[in-house]
């Protein structure tokens, strides 16, 4: 798997593909982890059952600019990337945009190794027009590369929309996304939250898509925000700030809390939420495009990225116990319906298997509909089979080759 970030930098492409590695590791399949080396971890790791080989990298637009974008040393990634190759089934990539991802689909496709993107997001807000040109600029750019892959999978209709018509794909997948079992609860305490107050949940970097600032203008009296950034923001009433913490903290943090809001723009279906859900909280956030697949604006309380809406829907909240516990239900039924661990395990596990076999993806999606706690069809929003082509091209799998990668 190549993830140009990787633990312990943070975010939602991280833990997703964290989540995926030890999953696969736990069942028996060799999983590699190559990402950048933007700090000074070690540049071979073993986590959970899987390897993290880390190659160095600037992470100079991420500091100088808050654009997170690793440049790695051309000349290492080289050979990092030669040897993995070399004994790789599959090489699975996570968003076309970056360096990384640009050189593994080039290097892929001439030692004709099956190469799998998944594409996490469509066109991404920036602080800036300028920065708003350049991303621009990079998409396009990588359009060449990202047509030379053997399928390429999303996880939100919206995105698979998108890819096709920026690169030209005919091949996109919509495939599950999933998430841990949620943990026990700490005293909030331990975080520095009060008892006995309306406390709500933010995750999420200091960038435009998040909704921040939003969120920091729709502050009150009535409730307190507790907020999970990497921002520097000065103490105000009605705000905790946290750090960026572990996974299994921030699960322990989740389930001490009363609702979970997010008013961000231009995501795929951010993990944070995902989490959110599955812990039975509560959600504020707005309706983005391709959201339907999973929830509707009757699971939710949808608002929009401007402090009057979000303040106005943190109130409605706060003062109806009776409304939380509705939407707390909704929240557990949506994350049961889909996002299930085992359900995003076992369709990652099938693609990677039938790519490795020269077999294109399938496109029956029963048996990912199906929830494996109550084996009901998803009835909300399956657009398997009208999003879903195959892949294009067929590759033999080599004598003696038995690793996923």
Same mark, same amino acid.
């Given at each position: 798997?190549?993830?140009?970030?990787?633990?312990?930098?943070?975010?939602? %492409? *991280? +833990?997703? #593909?964290?989540?995926?590695?030890? /999953?696969? !590791?736990? =069942?028996?399949?060799?999983?590699? @982890?190559?990402?950048?080396?933007?700090?000074?971890?070690?540049?071979?790791?073993?986590?959970?059952?899987?390897?993290?080989?880390?190659?160095?990298?600037?992470?100079?637009?991420?500091?100088?600019?808050?654009?997170?974008?690793?440049?790695?040393?051309?000349?290492?990634?080289?050979?990092?990337?030669?040897?993995?190759?070399?004994?790789?089934?599959?090489?699975?990539?996570?968003?076309?945009?970056?360096?990384?991802?640009?050189?593994?689909?080039?290097?892929?496709?001439?030692?004709?190794?099956?190469?799998?993107?998944?594409?996490?997001?469509?066109?991404?807000?920036?602080?800036?027009?300028?920065?708003?040109? %350049? *991303? +621009?600029? #990079?998409?396009?750019?990588?359009? /060449?590369? !990202?047509? =030379?892959?053997?399928?390429?999978? @999303?996880?939100?209709?919206?995105?698979?929309?998108?890819?096709?018509?920026?690169?030209?794909?005919?091949?996109?997948?919509?495939?599950?996304?999933?998430?841990?079992?949620?943990?026990?609860?700490?005293?909030?305490?331990?975080?520095?939250?009060?008892?006995?107050?309306?406390?709500?949940?933010?995750?999420?970097?200091?960038?435009?898509?998040?909704?921040?600032?939003?969120?920091?203008?729709?502050?009150?009296?009535?409730?307190?925000?507790?907020?999970?950034?990497?921002?520097?923001?000065?103490?105000?009433?009605?705000?905790?700030?946290?750090?960026?913490?572990?996974?299994?903290?921030?699960?322990?943090?989740?389930?001490?809390?009363?609702?979970?809001?997010?008013?961000?723009?231009?995501?795929?279906?951010?993990?944070?939420?995902?989490?959110?859900?599955?812990?039975?909280?509560?959600?504020?956030?707005?309706?983005?495009?391709?959201?339907?697949?999973?929830?509707?604006?009757?699971?939710?309380?949808?608002?929009?990225?401007?402090?009057?809406?979000?303040?106005?829907?943190?109130?409605?909240?706060?003062?109806?116990?009776?409304?939380?516990?509705?939407?707390?239900?909704?929240?557990?039924?949506?994350?049961?319906?889909?996002?299930?661990?085992?359900?995003?395990?076992?369709?990652?596990?099938?693609?990677?298997?039938?790519?490795?076999?020269?077999?294109?993806?399938?496109?029956?999606?029963?048996?990912?509909?199906?929830?494996?706690?109550?084996?009901?069809?998803?009835?909300?929003?399956?657009?398997?089979?009208?999003?879903?082509?195959?892949?294009?091209?067929?590759?033999?799998?080599?004598?003696?080759?038995?690793?996923?990668?």
């Amino acid at each position: 798997m190549v993830s140009s970030y990787f633990r312990p930098h943070v975010g939602g %492409v *991280e +833990r997703f #593909v964290e989540l995926l590695a030890s /999953s696969l !590791a736990g =069942r028996g399949h060799t999983v590699t @982890v190559l990402a950048c080396r933007t700090s000074e971890d070690p540049p071979l790791e073993l986590v959970d059952g899987y390897e993290i080989r880390r190659v160095r990298a600037s992470n100079i637009l991420e500091q100088r600019l808050g654009i997170p974008y690793p440049l790695p040393m051309p000349g290492e990634a080289r050979r990092a990337l030669d040897a993995l190759l070399a004994r790789a089934d599959v090489a699975h990539v996570h968003e076309a945009r970056y360096v990384l991802s640009a050189a593994v689909i080039r290097r892929g496709a001439a030692r004709a190794v099956p190469v799998l993107l998944t594409q996490h997001t469509g066109f991404v807000p920036q602080r800036h027009a300028v920065f708003d040109a %350049v *991303e +621009r600029l #990079v998409t396009r750019a990588v359009g /060449s590369s !990202a047509r =030379r892959v053997s399928l390429t999978a @999303v996880y939100n209709p919206d995105v698979a929309a998108w890819a096709a018509k920026e690169w030209g794909l005919t091949a996109v997948d919509v495939l599950p996304v999933g998430v841990a079992p949620p943990a026990e609860p700490a005293r909030r305490s331990a975080f520095g939250l009060p008892e006995g107050r309306f406390v709500v949940l933010f995750v999420g970097r200091n960038v435009p898509t998040k909704g921040l600032d939003s969120l920091l203008g729709a502050l009150g009296d009535e409730y307190v925000v507790a907020a999970v950034t990497d921002a520097r923001l000065d103490a105000r009433p009605g705000l905790v700030t946290l750090p960026f913490m572990p996974a299994d903290r921030l699960a322990q943090l989740m389930a001490s809390v009363d609702a979970f809001v997010l008013p961000s723009r231009g995501e795929g279906v951010p993990l944070a939420l995902q989490e959110a859900m599955s812990v039975g909280l509560p959600v504020l956030t707005t309706m983005l495009p391709g959201y339907e697949r999973y929830f509707g604006s009757d699971d939710i309380i949808p608002i929009e990225p401007d402090p009057a809406s979000i303040r106005q829907g943190l109130l409605a909240l706060a003062h109806d116990e009776e409304r939380r516990r509705h939407l707390a239900r909704r929240s557990s039924e949506v994350a049961r319906r889909h996002f299930s661990l085992k359900r995003f395990v076992d369709a990652y596990e099938e693609t990677y298997e039938r790519l490795a076999a020269g077999r294109p993806a399938s496109r029956d999606r029963s048996a990912w509909r199906q929830e494996s706690a109550g084996g009901q069809e998803d009835e909300r929003g399956s657009h398997w089979d009208d999003v879903a082509q195959v892949g294009r091209h067929g590759h033999r799998r080599r004598e003696g080759d038995d690793e996923a990668r």
